[in-house]
T-cell receptor, first 115, second 115 residues
Framework: NAGVTQTPKFQVLKTGQSMTLQCAQD?????MYWYRQDPGMGLRLIYY???????DKGEVPNGYNVSRLNKREFSLRLESAAPSQTSVYFC??????????????FGPGTRLTVL | AQSVTQLDSQVPVFEEAPVELRCNYS??????LFWYVQYPNQGLQLLLK??????LVKGINGFEAEFNKSQTSFHLRKPSVHISDTAEYFC?????????????FGTGTRLQVTL
C-alpha cells in the first residue's frame, strides 16, 4: 500500500498562475484534508472532506478550492496564485471524521513557491 | 475553540541525554491528544496518542507522554535521545464536537540532537 500520495513534489509558479495539487489515498478512508505548513505556524487546515461528495472550509480557505473527485482522490486548486501562498502543502486522510480520536495519515507534501 | 501551545520552538540536546518537549492545550470539552513527528523533507507520522485510560502513553521509538488534565498538558519525553531523533515534533488536539473531529496543531518544536 502506498498510503497517501501527492503530486507534484515541487512546483514554482508566477503570480496569477493557476495549478491543481493532486492527492490520493489507498486506505479506503472516508475523510481527507488539506493543510499548509509555514515556518513558526505549524499546520493549518485549508479544507477538508468528511466523506465523498462533501467539502468544508477549514481555518485558512481563502484563495483555494477543492474537489473530492471520488473516495480516493481530493484535489486542491489555486486559481490565481499569490506569493502569500508559498508554502508546503500536505494532504492527509483518516478513517472517518465522525469517529473521534482517529489518526490522520499524511502524504509527503508539495513544496510550492510563488514568485 | 481548541488551541495548542508548544512553548519551545527549538530544543537542542546532546545524544543520550533525556528530553522533554512541552505541550499545553485549551478546550471547553474533552479532548484527544496526539504527538506527530516530521523528519526532514517528509510528511508527519504518528508518535503516540491519548484517547482515554492510563495517563501515561507509550509510543514508537522509545517516546512516551503523560496526560495531565488539571494542568491541561501533554508533554513528550524520552529518557535517552539518539541522533536519529532530530526532527520537528507537533502536538495536536481533537475534540469531539457534533459530528466532526478535526486536529488542531501546535506550532512545532524542532529537536536538534548533537554528539
Amino acid at each position: 500500500n502506498a498510503g497517501v500520495t501527492q503530486t507534484p513534489k515541487f512546483q514554482v509558479l508566477k503570480t496569477g498562475q493557476s495549478m491543481t495539487l493532486q492527492c490520493a489515498q489507498d486506505m479506503n478512508h472516508n475523510s481527507m484534508y488539506w493543510y499548509r505548513q509555514d515556518p513558526g505556524m505549524g499546520l493549518r487546515l485549508i479544507y477538508y472532506s468528511a466523506s465523498e461528495g462533501t467539502t468544508d472550509k477549514g481555518e485558512v480557505p481563502n484563495g483555494y478550492n477543492v474537489s473530492r473527485l471520488n473516495k480516493r482522490e481530493f484535489s486542491l486548486r489555486l486559481e490565481s496564485a499569490a506569493p502569500s501562498q508559498t508554502s508546503v502543502y500536505f494532504c492527509a486522510s483518516s478513517e472517518d471524521l465522525s469517529l473521534a480520536g482517529r489518526e490522520q495519515f499524511f502524504g509527503p507534501g508539495t513544496r510550492l513557491t510563488v514568485l | 475553540a481548541q488551541s495548542v501551545t508548544q512553548l519551545d520552538s527549538q530544543v537542542p540536546v546532546f545524544e543520550e541525554a533525556p528530553v522533554e518537549l512541552r505541550c499545553n492545550y485549551s478546550s471547553s470539552v474533552s479532548v484527544y491528544l496526539f504527538w506527530y513527528v516530521q523528519y526532514p523533507n517528509q510528511g508527519l507520522q504518528l508518535l503516540l496518542k491519548y484517547l482515554s485510560g492510563s495517563t501515561l502513553v507509550k509510543g514508537i521509538n522509545g517516546f512516551e507522554a503523560e496526560f495531565n488534565k488539571s494542568q491541561t498538558s501533554f508533554h513528550l519525553r524520552k529518557p535517552s535521545v539518539h541522533i536519529s531523533d532530530t526532527a520537528e515534533y507537533f502536538c495536536a488536539v481533537s475534540e469531539f464536537a457534533g459530528t466532526a473531529s478535526k486536529l488542531t496543531f501546535g506550532t512545532g518544536t524542532r529537536l536538534q540532537v548533537t554528539l
